[in-house]
């Protein structure tokens, strides 16, 4: 991957899609200027160009994927901060950044594209499921699973919790995910497996990657949980 001055933010969109949300931090228009060249662009917006060529670099590395990582066996701490720090930052970052694209999208584009109406009403509702969602995992399930592994180890008991046996947090875990996944389906259709139409905007382009995107991120975080996470954690409470 090389980027320089002289490339257009259109054709560095086109070929890079994770370097949308870059511009959009650094407000520089990929939509209707993006004609302009990444260096008069960054001139317009008073963006240095290294800085612009730096997070740009840094967004669209390719990261070797953690297939090595024994997720099987690893500390529940290590692997609930795993989907903490990836997965849910991933939703918490992308959420917000494509409900807000895809309301600008329906308010430009729903004359001609009516199901943009309802692209906005899924988006939104995948932003009002996941984020409590996370939150009660974050604050509630996963410290509980830590906690039960600490005094495993340490030899030490620990107080019942408020919610009871693990598996009436994970029932409620797991129907939340069935939701998500019911969402993410629904998205895939109104989209058109995430094709956008012949005249969609730069903007359009974004919101469809971005779309297909989360629901990739989505479907390993919901796999690390379903198949890996509870599984393990209602067998260890078993034992222990």
């Not at 870059?22 to 302009?36: N, P, S």
């Not at 997720?71 to 807000?100: C, D, M, Y």
């Not at 069935?178 to 989209?191: F, P, Q, Y």
Request: aromatic fraction near 6%; proline fraction near 6%; hydrophobic fraction near 40%.
């Amino acid at each position: 991957m090389t980027l320089d001055s002289t490339q257009t933010v259109r054709d560095i969109v086109q070929k890079y899609p994770a370097a949308v949300p870059v511009f959009e931090a650094l407000g520089i228009d990929y939509c209707c200027g993006g004609t302009k060249s990444l260096g008069d662009a960054c001139e317009k917006q008073k963006v240095p160009l290294d800085k612009a060529l730096k997070d740009l670099g840094e967004a669209l590395v390719v990261r070797p994927q953690k297939d090595d990582k024994r997720w099987t066996t690893a500390p529940f701490g290590e692997l609930t901060s795993h989907i903490v720090e990836q997965h849910h930052a991933n939703a918490k970052r992308e959420l917000p950044r494509l409900a807000a694209l895809a309301a600008k999208v329906n308010l430009k584009h729903r004359e001609a594209h009516p199901e943009l109406d309802q692209l906005r009403e899924l988006v939104d509702a995948m932003r009002s499921e996941m984020s409590p969602h996370m939150l009660k995992e974050e604050q509630v399930l996963f410290p509980r699973l830590c906690a039960m592994e600490e005094a495993a180890s340490n030899g030490t008991s620990l107080e019942p919790a408020f919610f009871g046996a693990l598996i009436n947090p994970i029932r409620h875990m797991m129907s939340d995910h069935d939701d998500t996944g019911a969402l993410l389906k629904s998205i895939r259709a109104v989209t058109h497996n995430y094709e956008p139409p012949a005249d969609a905007c730069m903007s359009y382009q974004a919101l469809y990657h971005g779309l297909s995107d989360l629901e990739k991120d989505t479907h390993l975080h919901i796999h690390l949980e379903n198949n890996i996470l509870f599984p393990r954690a209602l067998e260890f409470e078993k034992a222990h």
